[in-house]
């Protein structure tokens, strides 16, 4: 009979086998001892760095969609654009699917994933548990598969390409801070141990 309290249990991911949650040091990695699968990690700071790296976020989300993304230059005219130009000129074409679409995946479903995580991390920097954050750490580890900056940036570098032998294309502040943001989200997602979060948020699921 299992008399260990079941936040001191994980099960395997894999396997289903069950382990007794053990303290490990920083930068360690517990396994299955059935089948060798990844239980958890312990990543040191977890919960600082993951703050920092989402308020950098923030920052770079808000001057993305602030300042000119890129001038394009063609035959002696040069033309202004913005994060919302493209989701505008979609709008007025008729594609408005299309046009929400992006808008939802790129600037608000970012803005509400950065904005939840900083609710969720702050309290627990500061030694308190966020209200309802059980829920909350859930709703943002759904929402992330619906953040397409990497899409959105990966179909710009495209477009340069193409446009490179017809205009003269000038990057804007807009379109680095873009490409850093992508790196930014990434470093946190990375940083950030689910494993601790659940334990300091357990006394409120």
């Given at each position: 009979?299992?008399?260990?309290?079941?936040?001191?249990?994980?099960?395997c991911h894999e396997c289903d086998q069950l382990h007794q949650r053990q303290?490990?040091p920083a930068g360690t990695t517990a396994t299955c001892s059935r089948c060798?699968?990844?239980?958890?990690?312990?990543?040191?700071?977890?919960?600082?760095?993951?703050?920092?790296?989402?308020?950098?976020?923030?920052?770079?989300?808000?001057?993305?969609?602030?300042?000119?993304?890129?001038?394009?230059?063609?035959?002696?005219?040069?033309?202004?654009?913005?994060?919302?130009?493209?989701?505008?000129?979609?709008?007025?074409?008729?594609?408005w699917p299309l046009a929400l679409l992006v808008l939802l995946t790129i600037?608000?479903?970012?803005?509400?994933?950065?904005?939840?995580?900083?609710?969720?991390?702050?309290?627990?920097?500061?030694?308190?548990?966020?209200?309802?954050?059980?829920?909350?750490?859930?709703?943002?580890?759904?929402?992330?598969?619906?953040?397409?900056?990497?899409?959105?940036?990966?179909?710009?570098?495209?477009?340069?390409?193409?446009?490179?032998?017809?205009?003269?294309?000038?990057?804007?502040?807009?379109?680095?801070?873009?490409?850093?943001?992508?790196?930014?989200?990434?470093?946190?997602?990375?940083?950030?141990?689910?494993?601790?979060?659940?334990?300091?948020?357990?006394?409120?699921?």
């Open positions: 009979m299992i008399t260990t309290p079941p936040q001191q249990l994980v099960a303290s490990l060798g699968a990844v239980l958890y990690r312990h990543r040191a700071n977890s919960i600082e760095r993951s703050l920092s790296l989402y308020f950098t976020a923030l920052i770079l989300l808000l001057l993305t969609i602030s300042f000119p993304f890129m001038d394009i230059s063609l035959t002696g005219q040069t033309q202004q654009t913005h994060l919302f130009s493209g989701i505008r000129i979609l709008f007025h074409e008729g594609y600037i608000v479903i970012p803005l509400i994933q950065i904005s939840g995580y900083l609710a969720l991390l702050w309290p627990l920097h500061r030694g308190r548990r966020a209200i309802r954050g059980a829920h909350l750490f859930r709703w943002m580890r759904a929402m992330r598969p619906w953040s397409m900056i990497e899409v959105y940036v990966l179909g710009v570098l495209v477009s340069l390409v193409k446009l490179a032998n017809y205009a003269t294309i000038i990057p804007g502040t807009a379109l680095y801070s873009l490409g850093a943001l992508m790196l930014v989200l990434a470093a946190a997602a990375s940083a950030l141990d689910p494993d601790e979060v659940w334990q300091r948020l357990e006394p409120d699921s």
